[in-house]
């Protein structure tokens, strides 16, 4: 399809941002190059660029930008904070709509409810909820958007122990489709639209305005306790983890990190709990049940809260340019062994796997159908720009092999820059099928940008 089935003048265009009360540059705007560069957290400077940005500040933005843009046959990309490893709201063509100045939080304590818009941090909606006894399983690291998140799932805070995947604490969300009109949905009104919100991913076909989401009490004790073991042992320490089968409410992390000039694997314990013999018992429950001699313990019973969660996750990131993969599989020990033969040729001593305990969560009906007990992502992070293909190739090389072993994907740490033609591996048959046959009845004519970067899909 031509990109411009209604070529758009300068008029057009100068006419456009005066219905906004946020901004709008266009790319011979002398201001986009900054906009662009300030898009993404990442340091990587993506070379995908948009025809237009708009700034967002109200819902009646969102629907003038969608009118717009499905008037001039430009297809709509969404972001919300931003903190996307691959950038993958920049898109060649079309209209960025950047809806980062959206972030109001509405706390109701007495229904144990809070609304969110989709620029809201994980930190802010945190110390929100603190005061009122509440919390939310956010993501790990405190300047995570909570829109794309949540629309990717969520593998987050406790997950395990509240709702499986945080975007199952999803009560309904206000959205604006491709048509401009704001709808309502949750699992009676719309519910195809809420059943696709609850997973779909950067993809979707429409744009979130607002989340209303379900909340639980903070845990009157968190506690955190950390294990050490040698990295060719991993294998074994993620057996016995699996035998445990801990307790959902102790959530479980393993990282591969550089020790000098070798590896170790370190264990990563938090119990979430309502006093500190519970907690310990947790810790306990799990360290009962570790070989002898498999790993050596460090830090035992410290009191830890989300913000000490947040920063510990932001110290892990200590580099300027990123990238990930992941996958989801229950073959946790051969997992170990290909990551620890392929680590010692990672071009930086700084990339780190991650691996966290899922279980078998039973999870309600929802585009985020992935399964697999253990979730093995791996951060590549380095420095300087000509190491970028190394840093590409090396990861490309991991997660194939891992891909053999793969019983799914989370889309929001997927390789959408490598993997675009691989995305349906993030879904279970069905619902991805579900998933092409919904964008077809509710956005036919391509308004939104689908998930597959560096292809050519609705008008863009």
């Known amino acids: 399809m031509e990109p411009y089935p209604h070529p758009i003048d300068a008029d057009d265009f100068r006419v456009f941002p005066r219905g906004l009360d946020g901004k709008a540059r266009s790319r011979h705007h002398a201001e986009y190059a900054g906009w662009h560069r300030n898009a993404c957290w990442n340091g990587r400077r993506f070379d995908r660029f948009p025809e237009y940005i708009v700034r967002a500040q109200s819902l009646a933005d969102v629907a003038h930008s969608i009118d717009f843009a499905r008037r001039h046959g430009l297809s709509v990309s969404v972001r919300g904070r931003g903190h996307s490893y691959a950038g993958c709201f920049l898109r060649d063509t079309g209209l960025l709509l950047d809806l980062s100045a959206l972030d109001r939080i509405e706390v109701d304590a007495s229904a144990n409810a809070v609304a969110v818009e989709p620029g809201a941090s994980a930190r802010r909606l945190s110390q929100a909820l603190a005061p009122h006894g509440l919390a939310f399983p956010t993501g790990h690291g405190g300047d995570v958007g909570l829109g794309g998140f949540l629309l990717g799932g969520g593998l987050g805070i406790n997950a395990r122990a509240w709702g499986g ?3 199952f604490n999803l009560r309904a969300i206000d959205l604006i489709g491709a048509d401009g009109r704001l709808l309502h949905a949750d699992t009676e009104r719309n519910a195809d639209l809420f059943w696709a919100a609850r997973g779909g991913g950067p993809g979707l076909f429409f744009a979130v305005v607002k989340f209303y989401l379900d909340c639980r009490p903070l845990p009157a004790c968190i506690t955190g306790g950390t294990w050490r073991a040698r990295p060719e042992r991993l294998g074994e320490l993620l057996e016995a983890v699996e035998r445990a089968d801990p307790d959902p409410s102790l959530q479980v992390m393993i990282a591969v990190a550089a020790d000098g000039d070798g590896l170790q694997a370190i264990l990563s314990t938090t119990a979430f709990a309502d006093s500190p013999a519970r907690a310990q018992a947790l810790h306990r429950a799990l360290a009962s049940r570790l070989p002898p001699g498999l790993a050596e313990p460090l830090d035992q019973d410290q009191p830890t809260d989300f913000e000490t969660i947040y920063a510990q996750t932001e110290a892990m990131l200590v580099s ?7 996958v989801l599989t229950d073959r946790g020990a051969d997992a170990a062994q290909i990551l620890i033969a392929h680590l010692p040729k990672r071009p930086s001593p700084a990339t780190m796997p991650l691996l966290i305990w899922r279980g078998e969560p039973r999870l309600p009906d929802a585009a985020f159908c992935a399964r697999g007990r253990w979730f093995v992502s791996t951060y590549a992070q380095w420095d300087a720009e ?11 090389a991991l997660y194939d092999e891992l891909a053999g072993i793969a019983s799914g994907a989370y889309i929001n740490e997927f390789d959408l820059e490598e993997r675009s033609d691989q995305i349906e591996r993030c879904f279970a048959p069905a619902q991805w099928a579900r998933l092409c046959e919904l964008r077809r009845r509710y956005d036919p ?4 940008h689908d998930a597959r970067i560096g292809h050519g899909h609705g008008h863009g």
Request: hydrophobic share 30%; proline share 0%; glycine share 4%.
């Open 386 to 396: 000509r190491d970028d293909d190394a840093n590409r190739r090396w990861l490309k």
């Open 320 to 326: 300027r340019r990123y990238r990930t993969d992941n």
């Open 165 to 167: 995947m945080s975007a």
């Open 445 to 448: 004519d391509g308004v939104f």
